[in-house]
Nanobody, 126 residues
């Protein structure tokens, strides 16, 4: 049974940091790319970042480039999103998602992900 458990959200002050984690189980996670997608209240899903199966290729949305870093631990089947320099506009529910392919792409459609975590709330406020 495919399972993605995302965690690590919470409340942060502007300029602060949070680290999200996504634990994958039930399938060979090392064979697939993973992404992070967020959804702010009243808005559409926004793709944030993606990492390839090998962990060596990453892509970021312009809105987070230079502040967020995606990584993965293939041995632990875990994907991370380190978020630094947080801004109030980063407030959203963040979802970890498994891609249907091993390679990473820039600006993928959300339909390119076939399994999703339940999401973790990130709130940036003073």
């Amino acid at each position: 049974q495919v399972r993605l458990v995302d965690s690590g959200g919470g409340l942060a002050q502007p300029g602060g940091s949070l680290r999200l984690s996504c634990a994958a189980s039930g399938f060979p996670a090392h064979n697939y790319a993973f992404g992070w997608v967020r959804r702010a209240p009243g808005k559409e899903f926004e793709w944030v970042s993606e990492i390839n199966s090998g962990g060596g290729i990453t892509y970021y949305a312009d809105s987070v480039k230079g502040r967020f870093t995606i990584s993965r631990d293939r041995a632990e089947n875990t994907v991370y999103l380190q978020m630094n320099g947080l801004k109030p506009e980063d407030t959203a529910v963040y979802y970890c998602a498994k891609a249907k392919r091993p390679f990473a792409t820039l600006n993928p459609r959300v339909t390119e992900y076939d399994f999703w975590g339940r999401g973790t709330q990130v709130t940036v406020s003073s």
